[in-house]
């Protein structure tokens, strides 16, 4: 008989916040539609698009705060009658603490909503085996 011991890790919680900015038009766009189907351009809620982003993650609410990262990845308008996003991102932790980790996420957006939940599927570097979920609202 072999006896097995194993070292049970204690979870670490981490409640990180941040802004999180999605520009769709002009010069400087940080999020561009890649492709769409025949029938996106009459759908009220743009069904069938799909977006590539690369947008900044800062400290504060103005896009001229302090840097902390980048969330990349994409998202698909997914709703024939309601509009909300499938969205599939990485955030990219470029500083701090954190620099060089990344969580991931995957999951429902529903923009019109005040807040939403989405899940923390993984992650790498100091986050990896994330679990969790995110809460987004719109700041303007």
Do not use: W
Not at 56 to 81: F, H, M, N
């Amino acid at each position: 008989e072999a006896e097995v011991k194993t070292k049970l890790r204690r979870e670490k919680i981490s409640h990180l916040h941040f802004y999180f900015h999605d520009v769709v038009t002009g010069k400087n766009a940080t999020a561009v539609q890649v492709a769409s189907a025949p029938t996106t351009k009459y759908s009220p809620t743009g069904f069938g698009a799909v977006v590539v982003m690369d947008d900044c993650l800062t400290a504060g609410p103005e896009a001229t705060s302090k840097l902390v990262g980048r969330a990349q990845g994409i998202y698909v308008s997914s709703g024939q009658e309601d509009f909300h996003l499938l969205m599939a991102t990485t955030f990219v932790f470029e500083s701090g603490k954190y620099n060089g980790s990344t969580l991931a996420m995957i999951g429902k957006n529903a923009p019109l909503e005040e807040v939403r939940e989405m899940p923390i599927v993984g992650g790498s570097g100091l986050f990896r085996f994330a679990r969790g979920y995110a809460l987004a609202h719109t700041h303007s």
